[in-house]
């Protein structure tokens, strides 16, 4: 069964902290960034109680690579417009906060074991920005981001997140951006939530409780489920970023544990210590 304090309980306990917490938020539409629905409201309402980090590193759905971690090392990384067919008001959103350069090198060197690479090339992307521009709108905390590496499993990605544990105890907050369930194919405005959505919803979620990410990680605990659920992973796999992450120390918090259209859960989660 499902435990885990509220967003409300969690939003009172949040104080300044010696170690950042873990977030992973369901960023959904694109829209979002410019919409303010109760999703929005909630990440407003995140940024305005989080001790404020030294930076962010974030971990987006949107920025895949093969055969290495890419490590965005540039000192003003660009807002990428990743999408089409959206309104020009979405195109003109533009979040100029500053990069982290010599912790973006740290990273670099601390994710050696797993093909780590430097570069200017890329920036901040709407799984990004879109959810930053909501919790921290000033855009005066240095940003920059980490690829994910397609050819790791969920395992790998659960053991690259380890590796960067030392950034907690250095003020770094570490953002995971995607959503829990993404069938982009199977949306619909006449569901509210798809059963096979809600049930791996909620397998991932008592996983997440029971700090049971070795069998989180394993695609043979789903079943069918996994593929209905993701037919591709890339935005499944920043969870595992995230809960490489935690420790005992930490507690858990979800929230906005809805779906839109049907198949995309918006489940959001944070671990902090207090």
């Not at 055969?67 to 003003?76: I, K, P, W, Y």
């Not at 949306?187 to 989180?216: C, H, P, T």
């Amino acid at each position: 069964m499902l435990n885990s304090l509220r967003f409300d309980q969690m939003l009172d306990q949040l104080a300044p902290a010696e170690r950042a917490p873990v977030v992973f938020l369901g960023h959904g539409n694109p829209l979002y960034a410019i919409t303010d629905n109760a999703f929005a409201q909630s990440w407003q309402q995140l940024g305005q109680k989080l001790a404020r980090p030294q930076a962010i590193l974030c971990i987006s759905a949107h920025w895949e690579t093969r055969h290495s971690t890419l490590v965005h090392v540039g000192a003003m990384p660009k807002t990428i417009h990743d999408f089409y067919g959206f309104p020009q008001d979405l195109f003109d959103v533009q979040y100029p906060a500053a990069g982290a350069p010599e912790l973006a090198h740290d990273v670099a060197l601390m994710l050696k074991n797993h093909a780590a690479i430097p570069t200017e090339e890329w920036g901040l992307d709407h799984g990004a920005w879109a959810v930053l521009r909501h919790l921290y709108p000033e855009a005066d905390i240095p940003v920059f981001q980490i690829s994910i590496n397609r050819d790791l499993d969920f395992a790998g990605q659960l053991a690259l997140g380890r590796d960067l544990k030392a950034l907690r105890d250095r003020g770094v907050l570490i953002l995971g951006s995607g959503n829990l369930v993404h069938n982009l194919r199977a949306i619909s405005r006449d569901v509210e939530a798809f059963d096979w959505a809600q049930e791996f919803d909620q397998k991932v979620s008592q996983y997440l409780i029971d700090r049971n990410f070795g069998e989180m990680a394993d695609p043979e605990q789903y079943g069918s489920l996994l593929p209905q659920a993701h037919p591709s992973v890339e935005h499944f796999a920043p969870a595992f970023y995230c809960a490489g992450l935690v420790d005992e120390k930490d507690q858990l918090a979800f929230f906005n544990d809805q779906f839109d259209m049907g198949s995309l859960s918006m489940r959001s989660f944070i671990y902090y210590t207090n």
